[in-house]
């Protein structure tokens, strides 16, 4: 399987998905008028990934600042996939950033694990920052 990397734009994310480390990210803002025709050759992607990983291990990382509905769906068909991956013994690490100042997407990742009972590490943009930079 190929290496997928798409630069993002203002309205897509972009696509880093590894198949060789199991290292997968969205990162930037999903507001796609026509998200099937960004999502659908992803998800695909993933479904071939998924039939035929020999990865024990899989990080996928949601680092996506704004979203609509529509996104959230795709975001969620990602999130089966990689529950499917979980329960049959691959270990599925799903990492979810949200900005400190948003606590709808913060909520919504919270959702999207407690439906999918899928663990998520949640990352705070704000706390990163202060880490790496070590600001008071």
Known sequence: MQHIVIEPTYKSPKVDFNPNNGVFKLEGKSILVDVEEFYRPLLNWMDNFAE??????????????????????????????????????TQVNVKWAYPSNDANVLEMGQDLSQLLNLPFTFIDYERVKERLFNIN
């Open 52 to 89: 035929s990983t020999k990865l024990d291990k899989i990080e996928f990382s949601f680092d996506i600042e704004y979203f609509n509905l529509a996104s959230t769906k795709r975001f969620m068909f990602f999130l089966i996939k990689l529950k499917d991956l979980q329960e049959k013994g």
